[in-house]
């Protein structure tokens, strides 16, 4: 075959490839959004059918991330029998709905409570994310993990979950293997975490400032921390999402601090090559934290202005748990067990004795810092 004919070839069979990927990215996206609307079908039906049968208060108390959660892990095995999932995963588009969920979230938060908790909020970020990536980093010495491995798990752990591993992933330059390590631990935590939470706020009697601090600390995955805010109250979703994009908003600052650790520290490059740019932090830089606080101002600005902003309010509202309906289902379908065979005892005992840390840690400085907070 000659040069010619094979380019020709190639030509050909180019579009086909990116049409069936792109087939397969749509149909991801129904699967999404089919077990979406069945989630919402469920929260408005399950509750009716108990009426008066003694399901009732169990089944009232269910809130839409619990059934998001449930139908994806479900998508998700039903997806993998089949062959299916990982060709359909392209679709599972978490973080995009996540992140639009959050920006939507933040046209029902008063600018007022955000710019009062924004305080305490940056306080608590900076100390929790100080010492509990300072003991992840400690701790994966001591059980010799590989040092850009012991970087995604404590950036992971101390931040957001995928996102900030992702973040550290690029900064280090770790390798994909170590990237799904990662991202696996994260949801594997995270999941109980949605529903141990708010439990355990209750049973300590916690402020709804107070758990939702603790939640937004403490949950590792953005999508959790909205989901364990639903399931915990509206004043509790609306600080977990203040600590927790307050947070976010330090993934460029770690990322950048990694760049510059591992390239003068651990790979002993030259100062020249490994300087950090502006432009680097801003690349990193969660850029929906803008668009969040944006929601935020233009929210209160137009209650403030026009009389009945109230309904559009609500509709922006309606329109916001539809996203994070999504992204629980994605959750669910995401959700690998392989990944966490693959990464044996070592980076598991190292998560787990992280998550406990920064639990103790988080629902300190949340009850000292939000104690006598309130949700105006």
């Not at 139908?71 to 992140?99: C, H, M, P, Y």
């Not at 309906?325 to 690998?336: D, M, P, Q, R, Y």
Request: hydrophobic share 55%.
């Amino acid at each position: 075959m000659t040069q010619q004919q094979q380019q020709q070839q190639s030509t050909q069979t180019e579009p086909d490839t990116r049409s069936t990927g792109i087939g397969y990215a749509v149909a991801g996206v129904l699967v999404v959004v089919a077990l979406g609307a069945v989630t919402r079908f469920l929260e408005t039906r399950v509750p009716q059918w108990a009426d008066g049968t003694g399901f009732e208060r169990v089944a009232k108390s269910i809130e839409f991330p619990v059934y998001a959660i449930a139908l994806g892990l479900f998508g998700n095995f039903v997806l993998s029998r089949l062959a299916l999932r990982d060709a359909l995963s392209q679709g599972f588009r978490t973080e995009f709905f996540i992140k639009t969920g959050l920006v939507l979230l933040g046209a029902s938060i008063n600018l007022k409570v955000l710019v009062t908790a924004a305080g305490p909020a940056i306080v608590q970020a900076l100390l929790l994310i100080s010492i509990v990536f300072g003991f992840t980093w400690w701790l994966g010495g001591v059980l010799r993990l590989e040092d850009k491995l012991r970087a995604l798990l404590a950036s992971a752990v101390s931040i957001c979950g995928v996102s900030a591993a992702i973040a550290a992933a690029g900064a280090v330059q770790a390798k994909r293997e170590q990237l799904a390590y990662a991202a696996s631990l994260v949801i594997a935590f995270a999941l109980p975490s949605i529903f141990l939470l708010p439990w355990l706020a209750d049973v300590l009697h916690l402020s709804d400032p107070v758990a939702g601090a603790w939640i937004g600390g403490n949950i590792d995955t953005t999508a959790a921390v909205a989901a364990a805010g639903a399931i915990a109250g509206e004043d509790a979703l609306q600080i977990a999402t203040i600590v927790k994009t307050t947070q976010n908003a330090l993934i460029g600052v770690v990322a950048i601090a990694l760049t510059a650790y591992f390239a003068l520290k651990v790979e002993r490059k030259s100062t020249e090559e490994a300087r950090p740019t502006l432009g680097q932090f801003w690349e990193r830089f969660p850029k929906f934290v803008l668009g969040f606080i944006a929601a935020s101002i233009i929210g209160t600005l137009y209650l403030q202005w026009v009389s009945d902003g109230k309904a559009a309010i609500a509709t922006v509202n309606d329109l916001r748990t539809w996203f994070l309906i999504f992204a629980f289902v994605a959750i669910g379908l995401e959700f690998s067990v392989k990944g966490l065979k693959e990464a044996g005892w070592r980076p598991v005992a190292l998560f787990a004795s992280a998550t406990v840390v920064n639990i103790v840690v988080a629902l300190g400085l949340a009850a000292v810092l939000f104690g006598g907070f309130e949700v105006s």
